[in-house]
């Protein structure tokens, strides 16, 4: 009998397969690519899957090892899906072992079985009371028993999160006997007849053109570009897109760029769909994520909503996939296997025949370029829906005024009249703790990182020091470190600072604070959400997080204390991004009937930029960035890569660079290609880095092709390179921060 050599996927950053042999017993009939198998891997053992079956091995036959055990009697993920992530670990030049496991939900790569299981119910039983007494000390108890008794057929494990059931609360409630659990074999619920739970909005024309446009071609690939200024209505469009989705029998695919947006999206979906909707993001936790990837996979559930990695939950009938605020840089992976969940969404759009839909106010000048080049189709909202105005812009300029805390004060008038109207305000600020620097009076010390070329941040409340780059913590001084003397000042405001003097400023208002801090405890962001939702006048002071979907009907004025930043940094994307939160910022100020106002506190309030983008508009900015970009030769007019080094000693990861760049050199040569350059190496914007010394090296190539083709070859040269072991070192294909 010939050998039956296993060429397997290992979660490794090895961009190599594995032979094994087969496990004992195994037919050949079985091992189909796909499938996984548990392996010995040194002392250890993991989990591959299968790519391919062969007869030879390079590797002498006696020493390859068997594998152990075969998982699956049919591959848990679907062909086509399979297909990306080998297109996703070719095109970001990464292992395939890895990319798959990014793909996959955790449990499976640790081996559970990928079929769909019976399901547990929780059901009250019959003589249960919320008086009972055992539960007189127990409100949590007597609250989930009262939420559970209005589902008297029960509910599903799965689901008990997603309708904010305490599982522990349960476990108790089970304990006392007050409740049960009830396994059911999980019966694919039949397909409702009507979809709709409520009924549609009558649309306005342009919205009608654009759902008329992508409806125009389902089952094939087109990619539609939905430009639609904040508050258009392009939910709306998504929503009716998919209703006839549904109809047609087809699962869609929405991805969100924030699990905070999560709940909302949710919502809003379940009001409108009798569907069965999977919720995918970072904070559901692994079983329930594996049972809705399998609900997905198995059509069993219709609408699936996620973040960045859902973009690999498998369908078994896909129709459509949505990206909402495709521009948002979140969608872009930073660590690991660097993918950009946008990018790939096309891909995956074009490997399953299905229309994609990118949504934004403020699109990026990637997708604005494919639009303008007609690769996509630019569909345009340019009204609010509902009836409500676009907001006003101020520019303020506070050249030589002085700043209260960073606030101004024209700008603290503007805030007080509008809070006196009854009406909300929120404070934008990109900037958390209290504030960016602490500094001596005396000597000049300055609060610096001693692992990063950064600054600590002051974060008052607990009386540290905080770098926000490599997460040192140090308590806050007293005393200078340096000279010992007391005078040391706080530089700078952040949110935090900013919330405690507006809430001196303005004693009879309330000031929420809302940002990464704020916002870490469980349900901070719901009770936040519930005191806004309440419409009394108040001051909401955030970062970016405000920025993102949200809906606040009672804020008319938006402050946003400081656009300096984006209009001088090094980064080409800066004055994109800075543009982008502005706008999006702005989006949230007089959604509903009064109109609303947005104040920029700047320096540079007659920077070019500022006003074009002030004064005509977003896509007046873009289509002037744009121009800038294609005479600058930058992306979209180019294609880049970029090779990170960092490594303890300084000079180890220029070193590795340097003969990286040699390498690069040599095979441009040899491939005979041309259109690249290499830039650097050069130190990174921070050069030192929670204690290692970074370095990067720029390619930069006219088009993909022989980009792609040098990359492949010149890894396989890294990895050879005994420089490089003493390094750190990751490619970043289309890397979006330089
Ligand atoms: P976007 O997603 O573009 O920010 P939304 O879809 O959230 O906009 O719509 C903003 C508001 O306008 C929502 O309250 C929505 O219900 C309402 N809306 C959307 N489309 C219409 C319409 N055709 N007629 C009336 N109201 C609409
Ligand atoms: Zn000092
Ligand atoms: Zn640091």
């Known amino acids: 009998m010939p050998n039956l050599i296993l060429r397997l996927a290992l979660p490794s950053p090895l961009r190599r397969l594995f032979d094994y042999l087969a496990p004992a017993g195994v037919s050949r009939s079985a091992l189909q690519p796909g499938v996984r198998l548990r392996v010995p891997f040194g002392r250890r053992e993991m989990i591959g899957v299968l790519v391919e079956v062969d007869s ?107 309708l904010q059931l305490n599982r522990d609360s349960l476990q108790l409630l089970h304990e006392k006997g007050l409740v049960r659990v009830e396994v059911r074999r999980t019966q694919p619920h039949a397909k409702p007849a009507h979809w709709l739970a409520q009924p549609e909005l009558p649309l306005n024309a342009e919205q009608r053109a654009a759902v008329n446009a992508v409806a125009s071609g389902w089952d094939q690939f087109n990619a539609f570009l939905l430009a639609g200024v904040t508050g258009s209505g392009k939910t709306e469009v998504y929503l009716q897109l998919i209703h006839q989705c549904l109809q047609a029998g087809k699962q869609a695919l929405v991805l969100i760029p924030e699990i905070n947006l999560g709940p909302q999206t949710f919502d809003r979906f379940s009001r409108r769909f009798n569907a069965r909707i999977a919720l995918l993001h970072s904070a559901v936790n692994d079983r329930e994520r594996l049972d809705a990837w399998l609900a997905a996979r198995d059509g069993e559930a219709d609408i699936i909503i996620g973040t960045r990695s859902a973009l690999f939950t498998p369908m078994k009938n896909p129709g459509l996939i949505i990206v909402d605020e495709e521009h948002d840089a979140s969608y872009k992976q930073q660590e690991g296997l660097r993918y ?104 000049g010390w300055l609060s610096e990182c001693p692992r990063c070329d950064a600054r600590m941040t002051v974060h008052q ?42 809430a001196v400023l303005f004693p009879d208002y309330p000031v929420l604070r809302i940002d990464r801090d704020s916002t870490s405890r469980k349900g901070a962001m719901d009770r936040l959400f519930a005191t806004i939702n309440k419409g009394e006048p108040c001051i909401l002071v955030g970062t970016q997080m405000l920025a993102k979907g949200h809906h606040f009907p009672r804020v008319t004025l938006v402050s946003i204390l400081d656009a300096d930043g984006g209009l001088f940094s090094a980064d080409f994307r800066a004055s994109e991004r800075m543009a982008q939160l502005i706008v999006q910022v702005a989006g949230r100020a007089g959604r509903a009937e009064e109109p609303g106002k947005v104040i920029i506190q700047s320096h540079l309030a007659d920077h070019p930029l500022l006003v074009q983008l002030t004064e005509q508009g977003y896509f007046a900015f873009a289509e002037q960035a744009l121009s800038e970009r294609r005479g600058a030769g930058l992306p979209p007019f180019c294609h880049l890569a970029l090779l990170r080094a960092e490594a303890h000693k300084p000079g180890q990861a220029e070193s590795f660079l340097d003969e990286a760049c040699s390498e690069a050199e040599h095979l441009l040569g040899e491939l005979g290609l041309t259109g690249i350059e290499l830039l650097g190496p050069v130190p990174a914007p921070m050069e030192r880095r929670a204690g290692r010394f970074r370095a990067q090296l720029l390619l930069q190539g006219n088009a993909r092709a022989p980009l792609h083709r040098l990359l492949n070859h010149w890894l396989h040269a890294l990895e050879q390179m005994p420089s490089g072991r003493a390094v750190r070192w990751s490619l970043d294909v289309d890397p979006i921060d330089l």
């Open 340 to 443: 950009h969940a946008r990018d790939l969404a096309l891909v995956r759009a074009r490997q399953e025949d299905v229309p994609i839909v990118l949504g934004s106010a403020t699109p990026s000048l990637e997708s604005l370029h494919n639009a303008y080049s007609g690769r996509y189709a630019l569909l345009k909202l340019t009204q609010r829906a509902g009836g409500a105005s676009q907001p006003r812009f101020l520019r303020l300029d506070v050249k030589s005024r002085p700043l209260d805390s960073g606030i101004s004060g024209p700008m603290q008038q503007a805030i007080a009249q509008t809070l006196k109207a009854g009406q909300q305000v929120l404070v934008f600020l990109n900037r958390r703790g209290f504030a960016p620097t602490l500094l001596c009076h005396d000597c």
């Open 56 to 162: 030879q091995s390079e590797v002498p036959t006696d020493k390859l090892k068997p594998a152990l055990e075969l998982l699956d009697t049919r591959p848990p993920l679907p062909a086509s899906l399979f297909k990306l992530c080998l297109w996703t670990a070719q095109y970001y030049q990464h292992s395939l072992g890895d990319t798959l496991s990014w793909a996959l939900p955790v449990l499976l790569r640790q081996g559970e079985p990928a079929e769909t299981r019976q399901e547990r119910y929780w059901l009250v039983n019959k003589e249960a009371s919320v008086d009972d007494p055992r539960l007189a000390r127990a409100p949590r108890q007597r609250d989930a028993l009262k939420a559970l008794a209005q589902h008297p057929h029960g509910v599903a494990h799965s689901l008990l999160s997603q």
């Open 461 to 502: 409340r607990y009386q540290e020091l905080r770098c926000h780059h490599c997460g040192h913590v140090e308590k806050q001084p007293s005393n200078c470190p340096k000279c010992q003397h007391v005078d040391l000042r706080p530089v700078g405001a952040g949110t935090e600072r900013a919330e405690e003097r507006l």
